[in-house]
């Protein structure tokens, strides 16, 4: 599917006005030679949540702005853009990324789930329900990018990818509450709900007692 | 962010090529340091060179009994790998010490050693700084200098090296697998891959224009009891004040070097050497000639004393 409509400069457009100018001034017919800030454009394909999407994108775009301005899915917030808060977690082949330090253009044939893929409001994913029931949230703006995270957080456990905290690096994992804290220290809140947010993965994980909930 | 052509290599010698080629090319793995430096338009190429497509992600077993660690192994990968937990713990440790879980999923072997300083001032294009514009001077010297470097200084630049991967690396006596743009293989140890930012701290490896890492190599294991002690201003996610890497022995031998103080992971043979000594005669030698300030000399306290952490933690 193309989905270059929401590009504020589409291919076409950008084709269009370098003929134009081509035909004025005798410039060349593409966009980027016309001046060495003009924008390069290049197309990526990728699966966002199960669906395949085509861009036309210029290169700087990261794969935040991507899915944010250029496909709708607004789920995924910006926070710092700079790799600091962790609030534009996505899902990217399984594996948690920060996606304002990621290039769109770089993800060709990539996997992409965002929060909008991991639940809807009629089909949570236990993860939401867990958030919502433990009150994992204030504002909510770092809630898609604290579940997203929290989800590969599990299956990094799962994975036996250990992690800072972890006591002995050739044990076998388990999920305590100091784990949860060290593997979701990428995700800020500013409204620091996090002793609510280890309660709701935790409970997902199904391996916290009270006790090691404190 | 300045615009940029984007392409995709497909050999380890012809990103290198094309690289040498270009003055305003940059290769980009993971872009976790790149992106952040090019939105603040630190860095500015004008065409950049993907270099995930290498199939430089294995970790394979050397013919010595080393590991060769491809360029372009993730973070959490190296960290996670099963020989580098049982033989190369202090490694596992730096890693997961670093950045997030998010971060690590990205961070490259490779871009992690090049990864720049987090001197305040190199982050802020308003402020002279001679790392970023050769000669125009530096605005740490004389300001505000508490994560700065101790050790190894110039009168141009105080900066510090960020990286916790390097520090382990360093201890491990790794060595640097590179090829140039004419095809020329080389290694480079360690200890010379980083510099010392003397008259040209914009010149901050070995690496010549185009040359582009394919691996790091470790040697083969050297036993002992592996740590790697961490201090920083929050429990996680923040870059070292002090960090300490130290293999021991039981013999009461072993190494150390020091992250967080200089420009380069800080390592001492004679401070090594002392480590039967205890931890007094040990940060004497490692900390020897320190130029601080007031707002950093604390890092010298921390210094020593994380020392004593690692080694107790090491022993435990
Ligand atoms: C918020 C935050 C916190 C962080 N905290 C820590 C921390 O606590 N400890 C720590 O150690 N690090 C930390 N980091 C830094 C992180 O480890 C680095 O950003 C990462 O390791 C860089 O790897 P990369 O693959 O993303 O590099 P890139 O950004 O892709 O590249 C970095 C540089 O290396 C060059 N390069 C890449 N690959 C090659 C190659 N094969 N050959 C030659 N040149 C190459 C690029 O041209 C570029 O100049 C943090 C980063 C952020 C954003
Ligand atoms: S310490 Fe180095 S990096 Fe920092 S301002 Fe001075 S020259 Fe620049
Ligand atoms: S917006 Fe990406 S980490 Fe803050
Ligand atoms: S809920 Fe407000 S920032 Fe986390």
């Known amino acids: ?214 | 962010m300045k615009a940029f052509t984007y392409e995709r290599a497909r050999t380890p010698a012809e990103a290198a090529s094309a690289a040498a080629k270009d003055p305003t090319a940059r290769f980009i793995a993971g872009g976790t340091n790149l992106l952040d430096l090019m939105k603040l338009e630190i860095e500015t190429p004008r065409r950049l060179i993907d270099v995930n497509g290498l199939r430089l992600d294995k970790i394979e077993a050397t013919k010595d009994g080393g590991l060769r660690i491809g360029a372009l192994v993730r973070n959490t990968d190296l960290a996670a790998d099963k020989r580098v937990r049982k033989d190369y713990g202090v490694l596992s440790r730096a890693l997961l010490a670093g950045a997030s879980g998010q971060l690590r999923n990205k961070a490259t072997t490779a871009g992690n050693l090049l990864q720049r300083t987090r001197c305040p001032y190199f982050y802020d294009t308003n402020m002279p700084c001679n790392k970023r514009t050769p000669g125009a001077g530096c605005s740490a010297i004389g300001g505000f200098t508490r994560s700065h470097a101790v050790l190894g200084t110039s009168e141009a630049c105080i900066a510090t090296h960020p990286s916790d991967m390097a520090v382990a690396m360093r201890v491990l006596d790794a060595s640097v697998e590179t090829v140039k743009p004419d095809g020329v293989t080389r290694s480079i140890p360690i200890a010379d891959f980083h510099r010392l930012p003397g008259n040209t701290p914009h010149v901050e490896t070995a690496l010549t224009p185009g040359e582009l890492i394919t691996a790091v190599t470790l040697p083969k294991p050297v036993g002992g009891m592996h740590a790697y002690h961490k201090v920083r201003d929050r429990a996680s996610y923040a870059f070292a004040l002090v960090s300490v890497a130290t293999i021991l022995h039981k013999d009461g031998s072993g190494r150390v070097a020091l992250g967080g103080v200089a420009h380069k992971p800080w390592r001492v043979e004679a401070a090594d050497s002392a480590l039967p000594q205890g931890i007094k005669s040990v940060s004497e030698l490692l900390l020897a000639g320190a130029k601080t300030t007031s707002q950093n000399a604390f890092k010298l306290t921390l210094a020593e004393r994380a020392l004593g952490a690692a080694m107790a933690q090491a022993r435990s």
Do not use: W
């Open chain 1, 1 to 214: 599917m193309a989905d270059t409509e929401d590009l504020s400069l589409s291919r076409r457009d950008l084709m269009a006005a370098g003929a134009a100018s081509a035909a004025i001034a005798g410039a060349p017919a593409t966009a980027s030679a016309a001046t060495p800030d003009a924008p390069h454009l290049a197309q990526v394909t990728f699966k966002v949540n199960g669906q395949k999407r085509s861009l036309t994108l210029d290169t700087r775009t990261t794969l935040l702005d991507a899915l944010r301005e250029h496909l709708r899915l607004t789920g995924t917030k910006k926070g710092c853009d700079h790799g600091q808060c962790g609030a534009c977690t996505v899902i990217v082949d399984g594996r948690r990324i920060n996606s304002c330090l990621s290039l769109a253009v770089m993800h060709e044939g990539d996997e992409i789930t965002t929060i909008e893929g991991l639940g809807a409001p009629d089909k949570l994913h236990p993860l939401q329900a867990a958030f919502i029931k433990h009150d994992g949230y204030q504002c909510g703006y770092c809630t898609p990018g604290q579940i997203c995270s929290a989800k590969a957080v599990l299956d990094e456990i799962k994975a036996g990818v250990p992690s800072h905290v972890t006591a002995d690096l050739t044990d076998a994992l388990k999920v305590t509450a100091e784990e949860l804290r060290e593997r979701m220290s990428g995700n800020i809140c500013r409204c620091g709900a996090y002793s609510n947010i280890v309660e709701a993965i935790g409970e997902v994980a199904g391996g916290l007692s009270k006790g090691e909930m404190a």
